[in-house]
């Protein structure tokens, strides 16, 4: 039974607080919504106490999760949008009664819905940019939230359609691509160019920080950049591979 892996987890760590769901506990309503509106916005939901954390499961269309559990001290609850144009809110201390998420928008959110939009035209110029597989390959990817595929199949797209301009404007697969990289090493996305470009979006400094750490922790050369080494060795997939056939 998962709950009682989970607490034989937590023991082992030395932790007290541990998930079990208990009928007879008091409710928790989950709720994910935009910030601002009374939207919900589907997230994964996870139980986190010290360093064990556990999966509770999926939000429903509406945003709302019930759940039944004894809060503990320095118990939280930890939500993943599914949509990736939302931010990452901060985590809340499990208690009684009604939990709110308000999620803003990342700026750039614009950018990676403009890039969920042209995959279709992506597919009808397959040949032409010579995409291969990679506009459906990008869709699963997205269909599944696998940001680690995201990132290197849409860098591999940002770099093809600069090879083609006048097809589709490659920029939003670029923006993409550093913001699932970003978050498939624990980044926390994107911030404006400080060279003040208009609308051109880099790595923050956290997400540098923990692409270098992740680069170190795997033996790759440490540049904080979403090289080709680096997309491998998150995704364990050469180019041929995402190119030529389905990788999900």
């Known amino acids: ?109 614009s950018f990676i819905n403009t890039a969920k939009l042209n995959i279709p035209q992506l597919k009808n110029i397959a040949k032409i940019a010579d995409l291969g597989k990679l506009p459906e390959n990008l869709e699963t990817a997205l269909e599944k939230g696998d940001s680690s595929l995201v990132a290197q199949i849409s860098t591999e797209v940002h770099a093809r359609l600069q090879k083609h301009t006048g097809l589709i404007n490659a920029e939003p697969y670029g923006v993409m691509a550093l913001d699932a990289g970003a978050r498939a090493t624990g980044g926390t996305g994107l911030v404006l160019d400080e060279t003040n470009q208009k609308d051109r979006f880099v790595l923050s400094y956290e997400s540098v920080a923990a692409i270098k750490k992740f680069q170190e922790e795997t033996g790759i050369d440490v540049s904080g950049k979403l090289d080709y080494k680096t997309l491998y060795a998150l995704t364990g997939k050469d180019t041929a591979s995402i190119y030529s056939r389905p990788v999900i």
């Open 1 to 109: 039974m998962v709950t009682r892996g989970l607490a034989i987890l937590a023991v082992l760590l030395g932790t007290s607080g541990v998930w079990a769901e208990d009928a007879n506990a008091p409710g928790i309503k989950l709720l994910v919504r935009a910030a601002g509106t009374q939207n919900g916005v589907p997230a994964r939901v996870y139980w986190k106490h010290k360093n064990v954390s556990y999966a509770i499961g999926d939000t429903g269309p509406d945003g709302i999760i019930q759940i039944n559990m004894e809060c503990e001290p320095g118990v939280y609850f930890a939500i993943i949008p599914k949509d990736s144009t939302y931010l990452v809110p901060e985590d809340q201390p499990c208690r009684p009664g009604e939990i709110v998420f308000e999620l803003p928008r990342k700026r750039y959110s």
